[in-house]
């Protein structure tokens, strides 16, 4: 069962409700107006002995203004068609998708050729660069299909491959790039439309991991000056902790759990999650908040810290007030202390073995 474990109350610009991709014949055959009569479990059971692939099975999540989303799971588990079916690239089954609060799945061809074209952004695993053109005509390509005059396509497509870091390498052709840059290319080209969801596939896994840093540091710049709404696919967790404000963990075309990389770390639902989060260090993750005990004794002494000082920080503040501190709440009343002692034990209970997954 789902679980959303944040609770915010941003705008929302994205929403996946009920969303159901089935692969096979006649997926038709099991969803009527007013939905489907079993449950979720045995639906999608019967769906699978009756030679269908239920790819998503009935999931929803909001994406919010500005808010970087990320969708992990093994492969397999329906990350891809999630995202196809949200651009309307593949057609979902059933469920809704609303951008804006408008059911995208209501839309008409023509409709929809237009809000691709204007809203949405997409960048894939692969590049997907036209090998004979420029750099700059690559970066231009939707401006053309939108229909810009040539000087507003060369405008717009110089300040996003300036903003990609690429100026000076429009006349490159995308073979005489490296895999970075090639991608610097594909990132450019999916802003220069200046869209309003952006959709990221994979963007980084054909990178090394020295290059695939880079370019996530360069993405989360790109973000802080646009602040666009994202669904980010993944398989890596570190990289989700990077980048991600909340995220959903699929399995088996299902999501298991929607939450921040720090909740899915601290309280993962089942097992399946715990494994993904168990080569994170927890002291990159864990805030001084949740590692608090209550106070014994006279603190009046002890230095204050935030409650959301990230214990790799705190141990160095413990380093030097080896008695303990203060941690503060948002609102900077005393939320306890923390003590050397108390941490440790705090880390001992959160590293306990976690069971692996079979999937
Ligand atoms: N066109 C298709 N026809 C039939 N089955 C498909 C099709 N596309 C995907 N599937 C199936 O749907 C399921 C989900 O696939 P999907 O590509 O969404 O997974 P994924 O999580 O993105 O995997 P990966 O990480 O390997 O890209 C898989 O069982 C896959 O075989």
New binding site residues.
């Given amino acids: 069962m789902e679980q959303d474990t944040t609770d915010s109350p941003r705008a929302v610009k994205l929403s996946c409700r009920n969303l159901w991709k089935v ?1 096979g014949a006649n997926p038709e055959y099991y969803f009527d107006a007013a939905g489907y009569q079993i449950d979720t479990e045995n639906l999608a059971k019967r769906m699978r002995s009756e030679a269908h ?1 239920p ?1 998503a099975i009935d999931v929803s999540f909001d994406v919010h203004v500005g808010e970087i989303f990320v969708i992990m ?1 093994l ?7 999630v995202v196809r079916c949200l651009s309307r690239l593949v057609d979902a089954s059933y469920g809704q998708v609303l951008l804006d609060g408008e059911n995208l799945l209501d839309k008409s061809d023509k409709e929809l050729i237009d809000i691709r074209r204007h809203k949405m952004g997409m960048v894939f695993q692969n590049f997907g660069l036209l090998p004979h053109l420029t750099v700059l005509e690559n970066v231009a390509f939707p401006l053309r299909l939108q229909g810009l005059s040539q000087a507003e396509q060369r405008e717009r497509a110089e300040r996003v491959i300036n903003l990609v870091d690429l100026t000076g390498r429009e006349d490159a052709f995308p073979g005489q790039l490296s895999g970075g840059q090639q991608q610097r290319v594909g990132i450019a080209r999916s802003l220069a439309v200046e869209p309003d969801v952006w959709f990221l596939d994979e963007p980084f896994s054909a990178l090394d991991p020295l290059i695939r840093r880079q370019m996530q540091d360069e993405f989360l710049r790109i973000q802080q000056v646009l602040h666009k709404s994202i669904v980010f696919i993944t ?1 890596d967790f570190l990289e989700a902790l990077r980048i991600a404000d909340r995220m959903a963990i ?1 399995r088996d075309g299902k999501v298991v759990q929607i939450g921040t990389p720090e909740d899915l770390i601290l309280n993962p639902v089942d097992d399946y999650v715990a494994q993904f989060t168990s080569e994170v260090p927890r002291i990159r993750v864990l805030r001084a908040k949740a590692c608090v005990v209550p106070a014994e004794g006279d603190t009046s002494a002890m230095v204050h810290v935030s409650g959301d000082l990230v214990v790799e920080a705190l141990i160095s503040e413990l380093s030097h007030n080896p008695s303990g501190v203060v941690v503060d709440g948002a609102d900077g009343q005393p939320l306890g202390v923390v003590t050397p002692v108390s941490l440790i034990k705090t880390l001992a209970a959160l590293d306990a073995p976690q069971p692996s997954v079979s999937a």
């Fill in positions: 692969y692939i790819a799971g492969s397999g588990s329906g990350k891809s068609t398989h699929m």
